[in-house]
């Protein structure tokens, strides 16, 4: 189970959420999901860049380094995108669309992730 608070805004990101670590998982990531509800979320590790191709639901992207800083972040990607590359991500959380502007997450905020 995924768990990821953002410590320089003191909320939680995710609480109920899940790891792509694998080659099948990652390249599934959130292909066939219908809903993401606040709390959910998904971890891809290794990771530094994304796209929505074959999903229907926009999401939120936080591109986050080794030291679980958060490096750069993609708003509200709708299905059918490609994300940009960031050379200084490790991993990447893909969350509900709209919890970047709701928590006021930003670049060089401070996570706490526990896998």
């Not at 990652?26 to 971890?43: Q, T």
């Not at 995108?81 to 709209?98: C, K, M, N, Q, S």
């Not at 919890?99 to 896998?115: M, P």
Request: proline share 4%; aromatic share 6%; hydrophobic share 45%.
């Amino acid at each position: 189970m995924l768990r990821v608070k953002n410590l320089t805004r003191d909320v939680m990101l995710v609480e109920r959420g899940r790891v792509a670590d694998t080659v099948w998982t990652r390249l599934r990531g959130l292909i066939g999901v219908r809903e993401l509800k606040p709390g959910d979320g998904l971890a891809i590790i290794p990771c530094n860049g994304v796209h929505c191709l074959f999903m229907s639901i926009p999401i939120d992207v936080l591109y986050v380094s080794a030291d679980h800083r958060v490096v750069a972040l993609d708003a509200e990607m709708q299905p059918w995108t490609i994300g940009r590359f960031h050379r200084d991500a490790h991993y990447v959380i893909e969350l509900p669309a709209g919890t970047i502007r709701r928590t006021g997450t930003a670049a060089g905020d401070q996570l706490a992730v526990s896998f």
